[in-house]
């Protein structure tokens, strides 16, 4: 059974980065069938797919390319996220979800909240 646990910062300030990382059990993140994504819902918003990992590529939603960054830690069988420029508007829960070409994502973490805020 695959699991997947998202960490960091439940509180950024505006302007500074956050990272969060998603540790998986149950399963490589080098396995070549699957691909490694976040993805956000913000207060009375729907889910926003924000990119993934796949192989050695990495993939992003065209409106936070500029501040997303993805990546993995083959060593330690985890990904991260990266996202810069933090405004209120990025208070969200944060998913961290594997897909499976071509059917979609298949498994999810439980979300972690991250608050923006001086």
């Known amino acids: 059974q695959v699991q997947l646990q998202a960490s960091g910062p439940g509180l950024v300030k505006p302007s500074q980065t956050l990272s969060l990382t998603c540790a998986v059990s149950?399963?490589?993140?080098?396995?070549?069938?699957?691909?490694w994504g976040w993805i956000r819902q913000a207060p009375g918003k729907g889910l926003e797919w924000m990119g993934h990992v796949y192989g050695g590529s990495t993939y992003y939603s065209p409106s936070l390319k500029s501040r997303t960054s993805i990546s993995r830690n083959t060593s330690n069988n985890h990904f991260s996220l990266h996202l810069s420029s933090m405004t209120p508007e990025d208070t969200a829960v944060y998913y961290c979800a594997r897909g499976r070409v071509p059917f979609g994502l298949d498994y999810w973490g439980q979300g972690t909240q991250v608050t923006v805020s001086s």
């Open positions: 149950g399963g490589s993140i080098t396995t070549s069938a699957y691909y």
